[in-house]
C-alpha cells in the first residue's frame, strides 16, 4: 500500500482558490473521480476529484485555504499502488474534466474576421467561448434581459455541470438585442448565446481577449455588421482582476452559495435551494441542509414559499394564490410603541385550518334560541343531589346528547363530503372546542349516543384539563362527526362559529339568559339560550338547517324528547 499526496490538478488560469468544501475526512474510503474538496472563485465554483481510490489518511487543506495548481489535497493510502507504507507519490488527478478550461489570458487580438469598415452600427454573435471538457452545460441562471446595456465582462449567463458552475461574461460592451438561450438549455463550446448591437465597429469595442474559438463565417455587410465573437470564457482569474473589489467567496450573483453537486442534489429533490438557510462557512449551503430542510418540509415543520402561497398560514399568507391584493404591510412602530411575538405552534396550526375552512366552506349561520328553563333546573338539581360524587353536569353535556338526537335525525348534518359524495357517519363523536392557554383546541368525545349525560360531562372534564394542560393526544382529537363551540360561561349573545372541516356544520353556543317570552296570553320569564348553527351549504340547506335548530330547540325545552 503506498501513500499518495493528491494534488490539486491543473484548474487553468484560477490561480488561489478558496477551498469552501471538504467533502471527505480522515478514514473515509474514496474512489477514484470522487470529490474531494470544492473550491471557489468569485466567478466559478468546482469540486476537486481523487485520481486514486483509497483511504483518507490525512487532510491537508481547511476551509478557508487558498489553493491552486499542485497545492496537496490530502494524503490517500492507495488501494491498487504497489509500494511500501512509507514511500510517498505524488499523484495529481490525472485529468479534470470538471475544471473549467483556461481563461484567455492574451493580449486581446482582433479577430481579423471581425473588420468591417466602421459602421453606425453593427451587432455582433455571441458564442459559447472554450469551455474546456464541459459538454452539454445546463443554462441555470439568465442574468441579462434584451434591451439592456452590457459592460464588457459583464456575465451574461451561468452555467453547471454536476460538477461546477460559472459565469459566462461578454467580451463586448453592446445592447443586448436577442438572447438565443433560456434557462434549462444545454450549451456547447460555439453555441450562440446572445446577439449584441454596439455601437461603431465590432473592432472598435473589442477590448478584451478574444477566446480561441472555432472559425467563424465573416460578417454580412455593413450597416448590419455581423461578427462572430465568443463571450470570454470563465477566466475567473482575469475576472478576478477585474472585480478585485468582491468577496472572494460569493457565489455567482443571484444563486444561492452552493457547490454544483449541492445544487444538482437539490434540483433532483425539487428543493427551492434559496430558501435553505447554509450551515457551511460564510453561510454555503451543504448537502446536510438540503437534507435538513427536505425533512422540515415533509415533517410539516417547514414550508416552501410556493406552499405557504398555495395555503395561506394563519397570518393570511400574501393573499396572492387567491389573486388578492397584497396584505397590507404597516409600520406599527410608526404610530407607537410595539412588541413583537412570534405565535405559539397550536395557533399557527389552527389558524391555517380555520383560514382554509374559513375560505373553503360556503358557509351560512342560521341563529335561534332555545327555553332551556326547565333543563336548567333539572341541571341545578341534579348537580346538587349528585354533590358528593363530584361530577358536576354541564349545559354542554346536555347539548352533546341534543345534538346526537338532532344528527340522527338529520343524518346529513353528520356527514362528510368526499369528491362528489356523501359519507354518512353512523357513529356520532362529538368534538368541543376548548379554550387553552396555548390556543383553540377540539378535543372529542366517542360514541356520544352510547353514554349519558352524566359519562359525558365527566370525560368533558377530563379532556377539557387536558386539553388546558397541553396533554391531549392526536388520537382524542380526530374523528369527530359534529363539534360544539360553548360560549356560555363567558357571555355574548350570538357568533358565526368556523366548520371544522371535514366536518359540515358546528352549532355555536352562547350565554343563556332570562327574557320575557309570550306564551299566548302574557310574557312569562324564560331562559333562553341563543344557538348558532353554521352549515356547509354544498351539503345542507337552509331550510333543513332551520328544522334542525328548531329540532335542538323542542329538545332543550323538554328534555323528554331525547328518548322519542
Ligand atoms: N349560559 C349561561 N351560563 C353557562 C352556559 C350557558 N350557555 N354554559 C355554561 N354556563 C355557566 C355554567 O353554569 C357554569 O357556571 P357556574 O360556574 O356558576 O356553575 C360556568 O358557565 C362554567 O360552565 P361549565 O363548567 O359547564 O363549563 P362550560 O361547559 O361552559 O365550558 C369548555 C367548558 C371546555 C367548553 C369551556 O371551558 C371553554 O373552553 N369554552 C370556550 C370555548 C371556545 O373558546 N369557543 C370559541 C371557539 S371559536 O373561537
Known amino acids: 500500500m503506498a501513500l499518495v ?3 490539486v490538478p491543473d484548474i487553468g488560469d484560477f490561480d488561489e482558490v478558496t477551498v469552501i468544501e471538504l467533502m471527505v475526512k480522515v478514514g473515509d474510503t474514496v474512489k477514484a473521480e470522487q470529490s474531494l474538496i470544492t473550491v471557489e472563485s468569485d466567478k466559478a465554483s468546482m469540486e476537486i476529484p481523487s485520481s486514486t481510490a483509497g483511504v483518507v489518511k490525512e487532510m491537508r487543506v481547511a476551509l478557508g485555504d487558498k489553493v491552486k495548481q499542485g497545492s496537496i489535497v490530502l494524503v490517500v493510502e492507495a488501494q491498487s499502488v504497489e509500494g511500501s507504507a512509507s514511500s510517498v507519490e505524488r499523484v495529481p488527478p490525472a485529468a479534470m474534466p470538471q475544471a473549467p478550461a483556461a481563461a484567455p489570458t492574451a493580449a486581446p487580438t482582433p479577430n481579423a474576421q471581425l473588420s468591417t469598415p466602421n459602421p453606425a452600427s453593427s451587432t455582433i454573435e455571441v458564442h459559447v467561448p472554450d469551455i474546456g471538457d464541459f459538454k452539454d452545460v445546463v443554462v441555470i441562471e439568465v442574468m441579462v434581459k434584451p434591451g439592456e446595456a452590457i459592460k464588457v465582462e459583464q456575465s451574461l449567463i451561468t452555467v453547471e455541470s454536476d460538477k461546477a458552475s ?95 453537486s449541492v445544487r444538482k442534489f437539490a434540483r433532483e429533490l425539487g ?118 360524587s363530584g361530577v358536576k353536569v354541564t349545559m354542554l353535556a346536555f347539548l352533546i346528547k341534543a345534538c346526537v338526537a338532532a344528527l340522527k335525525k338529520y343524518p346529513e348534518f353528520n356527514s362528510s363530503l368526499d369528491g362528489d359524495a356523501l359519507v354518512y357517519k353512523n357513529y356520532w363523536h362529538i368534538g368541543f372546542a376548548a379554550d387553552t392557554p396555548n390556543g383553540l383546541m377540539v378535543p372529542v368525545i366517542r360514541d356520544c349516543d352510547k353514554k349519558g349525560v352524566l359519562q359525558i360531562s365527566q370525560e368533558m372534564g377530563e379532556l377539557a384539563k387536558k386539553a388546558r394542560e397541553g396533554k391531549l393526544s392526536p388520537a382524542e382529537m380526530t374523528g369527530a362527526t359534529f363539534t360544539i363551540s360553548s360560549l356560555g360561561g363567558i357571555g355574548g349573545k350570538y357568533f358565526t362559529p368556523i366548520i371544522n372541516a371535514p366536518e359540515v356544520a358546528i352549532l355555536g353556543v352562547c350565554k343563556s339568559t332570562m327574557e320575557p317570552v309570550w306564551d299566548g296570553k302574557q310574557f312569562v320569564p324564560r331562559l333562553m339560550l341563543p344557538l348558532s348553527l353554521t352549515w356547509d351549504h354544498r351539503v345542507i340547506d337552509g331550510a333543513a338547517a332551520a328544522r334542525f335548530n328548531a329540532f335542538l330547540g323542542q329538545i332543550l325545552s323538554d328534555f323528554r324528547r331525547v328518548l322519542l
Open 5 to 7: 499526496e493528491v494534488q
Open 166 to 260: 460559472m459565469e459566462i461574461p461578454s467580451s463586448h460592451a453592446g445592447v443586448l438585442q436577442e438572447l438565443k438561450v433560456k434557462v434549462g438549455d444545454k450549451v456547447n463550446i460555439g453555441d450562440l448565446l446572445a446577439v449584441l448591437t454596439v455601437q461603431g465597429s465590432a473592432l472598435s469595442v473589442e477590448r478584451t481577449a478574444a477566446p480561441s474559438l472555432p472559425a467563424s463565417p465573416a460578417a454580412p455587410a455593413a450597416p448590419a455588421a455581423v461578427a462572430l465573437v465568443a463571450a470570454s470564457p470563465v477566466a475567473a482569474a482575469a475576472v478576478a482582476t477585474l472585480n478585485t473589489e468582491r468577496p472572494t467567496l460569493n457565489a455567482p450573483q443571484g444563486l444561492p452559495h452552493a457547490s454544483p
Open 271 to 388: 428543493v427551492p435551494l434559496a430558501e435553505v438557510k447554509g450551515s457551511g462557512l460564510k453561510g454555503r449551503i451543504t448537502e446536510a441542509d438540503v437534507q435538513a430542510f427536505t425533512q422540515a418540509v415533509m415533517s410539516g415543520a417547514a414550508q416552501t414559499k410556493a406552499q405557504a402561497a398555495k395555503a395561506p398560514a394563519a397570518s393570511g399568507g400574501d393573499g396572492a394564490a387567491l389573486g388578492l391584493i397584497p396584505w397590507p404591510k404597516v409600520d406599527f412602530a410608526k404610530f407607537g410603541p410595539i412588541e413583537r411575538k412570534e405565535m405559539g405552534r397550536i395557533k399557527k396550526i389552527s389558524g391555517a385550518n380555520l383560514l382554509r375552512n374559513a375560505i373553503m366552506i360556503p358557509a351560512v349561520t342560521n341563529h335561534d334560541d332555545a327555553d332551556i328553563t326547565d333543563l336548567e333546573a333539572f341541571r341545578v338539581s341534579t348537580n346538587k343531589e349528585n354533590e358528593k
